[in-house]
C-alpha cells in the first residue's frame, strides 16, 4: 500500500486550495435545498442584494474550507481530523449551493477569496497547532459566528426570494450542527479577546465582499 508523503499532502493541499477558490468543489451527495423551490419574480434591487449577500455568504465559505483545512493539517489525533475533513465535506455543499445561486441571480464571487482564503488557512494550521481542545473550540467558536451572520443575512434578504432562503436556512442548520459535535467532542472555550479578534476579522471579510 502506498504511504503518503509530505509532498502528497502539499500537493493534495494546493489542489483543494485552487478547486475552493476558482472551481468547484468535491461535494458530498446532498442535492441543493432550493433545487424544488420555484424562482421568484425579484425586481431589480431584490436581485442585486440577494447577490451580494450570497457573495458574502459564499466568501464565508472559502473561508470556512481553509479554516478547517488549515485545522486539519495540524491536527493531533486521527478522530479530530476526520471531523475537521467531514465539517470541512458539507462546507462544499454550501460553497457549491451558494456559487449556483449567485449565478442565477446574475452576481459574482469575490476578486477577494483568495487573499482571505490564504489567511484563513494561516489560521487554521495555528489553532490545529495549539492542541486539539483549542482546536476544536476554534470550531465551534466559528461556527457560532458563521450563525448568527447567516441569521442576519435571512433578515435582510427579501421574503420573495425563496430559493436563497431555502439555502441558507440548510447552512444555519448544518453550521448549527458542526458547532455542537464540536463542543460535545471537548471543545475549549476560547477567550473573550480571541473571539472579539474573530468577531473583527468577520466584519472586514462582509464589509469588503459584499462590494467586491
Known amino acids: ?16 486550495a485552487l478547486r475552493t477558490v476558482f472551481g468547484r468543489p ?15 419574480d425579484l425586481d431589480p434591487a431584490e436581485r442585486t442584494e440577494s447577490a451580494r449577500l450570497l457573495r458574502v455568504d459564499h466568501t464565508g465559505e472559502v473561508c470556512a474550507q481553509a479554516l478547517y483545512q488549515g485545522q486539519a493539517l495540524t491536527a493531533r489525533t486521527a478522530t479530530v481530523r476526520e471531523d475537521l475533513e467531514r465539517a470541512a465535506l458539507e462546507e462544499g455543499d454550501h460553497l457549491q449551493w451558494c456559487r449556483q445561486r449567485i449565478e442565477e441571480l446574475g452576481g459574482h464571487t469575490s476578486v477577494l477569496n483568495p487573499a482571505f482564503y490564504t489567511a484563513s488557512f494561516a489560521i487554521g494550521a495555528l ?33 420573495r426570494d425563496s430559493r436563497s432562503r431555502a439555502i441558507l436556512e440548510q447552512m444555519r442548520i448544518d453550521e448549527l450542527a458542526h458547532a455542537h459535535h464540536a463542543v460535545a467532542g471537548g471543545a475549549a472555550p476560547l477567550p473573550a479577546p480571541v473571539r472579539h479578534g474573530m468577531t473583527l476579522a468577520s466584519k472586514v471579510m462582509t464589509g469588503t465582499t459584499y462590494w467586491v
Do not use: C
Not at 497547532?129 to 447567516?150: I, S
Open 127 to 159: 489553532a490545529g497547532a495549539l492542541g486539539d481542545r483549542w482546536n476544536l473550540g476554534f470550531l465551534a467558536e466559528t461556527e457560532r459566528q458563521v450563525t448568527r451572520h447567516l441569521d442576519g443575512h435571512l433578515h435582510k434578504i427579501s421574503p
Open 1 to 16: 500500500m502506498r504511504s503518503y508523503t509530505a509532498i502528497d499532502t502539499l500537493l493534495s493541499g494546493a489542489e483543494q
Open 26 to 40: 468535491t461535494t458530498t451527495e446532498r442535492g441543493n435545498p432550493a433545487a424544488a423551490v420555484p424562482e421568484t
